[in-house]
């Protein structure tokens, strides 16, 4: 069983940053495949950033290419979602996923692929 705890979010102001965390259980954090998906009220969750796990790739959808960064400190069992020049358009709730395996990038999209979630973080980007 792998717990996900996410922090970070809150209200940022356009053209602003944030960062989120997600720390894991688990001793074999390293090999994890792992995902941040968000959701608007209304829509379906959808993809944001992946990474396929041990020296993986990293995918990201392309709304947030160059401007979101996946990162994640495998010593610290902790993956991290850099932020920046958000737009109101980026207000979402933001989930972490993770799998206890490697999973191929042109996968890393599937939601259904992720075992376990975080409890999800606001983030709300407004003036």
């Known amino acids: 069983q792998v717990q996900l705890v996410e922090s970070g979010g809150g209200l940022v102001q356009p053209g602003g940053s944030t960062r989120l965390s997600c720390a894991a259980s688990?001793?074999?954090?390293?090999?994890?495949?792992m995902a941040w998906f968000r959701q608007i009220p209304g829509k379906e969750r959808e993809f944001v950033a992946a990474?396929?796990?041990?020296?993986?790739?990293?995918l990201y959808a392309d709304s947030v290419k160059g401007r979101f960064t996946f990162s994640r400190d495998n010593a610290k069992a902790t993956m991290y979602l850099q932020m920046n020049n958000l737009t109101p358009e980026d207000t979402a709730v933001y989930y972490c996923?993770?799998?206890?395996?490697?999973?191929?990038?042109?996968?890393?999209?599937?939601?259904?692929?992720?075992?376990?979630w975080g409890q999800g973080t606001q983030v709300t980007v407004s003036s």
């Open positions: 996923a993770a799998r206890t395996s490697r999973i191929i990038l042109s996968s890393a999209r599937q939601e259904a692929l992720y075992t376990y």
């Open positions: 688990g001793e074999t954090f390293s090999r994890y495949a």
């Open positions: 990474n396929t796990g041990m020296f993986g790739s990293t």
